[in-house]
């Protein structure tokens, strides 16, 4: 997509955001040549800060290639916010509910026709304590297998520095935003497969495994060697404090 075909509302967006994220943030891009001149295209993207969606866009933006993301849609009710999120062609997510398939079909069409959809697969902010990707859902993998769209990874880290996972705003010192574009994902082995419960989980721990990589490399440290099951975590929580619970009654 060429920038011409960026668009007013995406513009407007660009002239509201940059400035603030120019003076108040350093930056260190790598990766850009990963980020498809022409076509439909998918970006898989870590969260850990609920500023992650503005440092990506501004990444992206300037590639010429901007980012159509996935977004809840109580966002899209909101004043000012969701006529910019309409207008930059932003994708209402309907959790657990009957229209929730619209949100799959709304990301073929927009990367049959040539856009990118961006992904966060983790669903939701990341609950691994150091930060680290968890397991992804099936999302991305599903999309990305039915159209054969490249899958190019991202990993960006220092929003979070800014802003923590439910945690409170520390602006200054002044915070450095690192957005890495990797390769696309090899998911060829998976094409022509049955989307099963199987190759989907096999495709998006595929993507995931790369994003991490990613991650890893931004922040010069090695990543887990499994990634953090929240689900899991929970249940496990729970157990601990039952038994907590039924040794303090017996005591």
Known sequence: MSRRRIGFWYRLAAVIAKPPLVVLFKRDWSGTEHIPAHGGF???VNHN??????????FQYNTGRVPRFLAKAALFKAPFVGTLLRGTGQIPVYRESSDAIDAFRAAVDAIERGECVAFY???????????????GKTGAARVALLTKAPVVPVAQWGANHALPPYGKLRLFPRKTLRVKAGPPVDLSAYYGLEPTTEVLRAATDTIMASVTELLAEVRGEPAPTEPYDHRRARAEQRRKSERSQA?????
């Open 49 to 58: 800060s609920y500023l992650d969606p503005l440092s990506y866009a501004h």
């Open 121 to 135: 697969p983790e669903g939701t902010l990341t609950r691994d304590p150091d930060h680290w990707p968890m397991q």
């Open 42 to 44: 998918v970006t898989a």
């Open 247 to 251: 040794e303090g009654e017996n005591t």
